[in-house]
């Protein structure tokens, strides 16, 4: 765990808060990603200084120099967790400081600062404190928080790494990330592009993942499909993400997940999800799964059921496959029992309505 001093936060409340009326509106349907909480919270680091100026501020847009670092050389990450409001009114996040833990992972393959896990977490609670009329009560929705880093030295060297950064945590109340909930999604397998190789920034949250991502997605529309497969990058054989989210293939009572080999993102959700398999009496095995492997094991009926997993989305459950070569179907095309089983209980433990034996529920307020 990475510790410092406790930072000081100066608070500045809004003077231009939504009406509770109007939050309530938002709350009705809030989509995914598309309405902000009042508040958001700012950390600024300079090389010798460190984290310094903690503060909440209203939310609102950022003034920042043409020539900043981060918009000419991408030097940026981001993570992305929830808050929850439990059955007993309680408010609480799921596995932070694992987030705060994957944050400085990324931060040292970016050549950027480490954030403290405490100052992480703290500056995480500040802004669902202050916020809290904004963490939804209805089934299934949540607060959804994005804590993220930019470059902010000013100047177009490209030599060295900036020396100045800003931290930010912001918040943004979130229905289903699918508009089909658990409907099953339909995948494309991307041969034409390649998300991550070995030595690059695949097991990193940074920005640059996903914006090259965005040509492969486009190309697995125009194919009629929801989302786009990532293949390994030397061979295009072995399966590894799904856009951004972990995939799980099963195998009656058996569930499989490719190994984290450096170009997949180690998945909170993932790793909390073979944790619960074992609690369930499932066996879990990571290693590599071919697309072979995939089409024969359907065919065969061997594979009963496909997931994807990550924090926007939890579990959804993937219907069927289409690639250049042709498609197949995975079992009767619909959300499978171990699928749903352990969508519930991850979700379970989430709201409070499951118990919680490995601790991951952190209380907020």
Sequence with gaps: ??????????????????TPAE??????????????TDHMVSIDYTEGQGWHDGRLTAYGPLTLD??????????????????YRQENGSIVAFRPYANASRFNISARRMAMPEVPEETFVEALELLVQTDRDWVPSTEGHSLYLRPFMIATQVGLGVNYPSKSYRFMVIGSPAAAYFAGGVKPVSVWLSQDYTRA????????????????AFVAQRQAVENGCDQVVWLDAFEHRYVEEMGGMNLFFVFGDRLVTPDLTGTLLAGI????????????????????????????????????????????AVITPVGSVKGVEGGWTIGD???GPVTLRLRDELMGIQYGTRPDPHGWVHKIC
């Design 23 to 36: 939050r309530e509106r938002v709350l009705a349907a809030p989509g995914f990603g598309q309405t902000f």
């Design 66 to 83: 043409p020539a900043t670092s981060v918009f000419h050389y991408a030097q940026e990450l981001f993570e992305g967790l929830k808050a």
């Design 333 to 335: 095309g619909a959300p």
């Design 1 to 18: 765990m990475t510790t410092a001093p406790k930072l000081s936060f100066d608070v500045q409340q809004s003077h231009a808060a939504r």
């Design 269 to 312: 959700t993932r790793d909390s999800l073979l944790t619960l398999a074992a609690d369930l009496g499932l066996a879990a095995e990571e290693r590599k799964i071919s697309i072979d492997e995939w089409r024969e094991a359907c065919a065969s009926g061997e594979l009963t059921e496909v997931f994807a997993c990550g924090t926007a």
């Design 197 to 212: 190789a070995p030595g690059g920034t695949g097991f990193a949250k940074c920005g640059g993942n996903y914006a090259a």
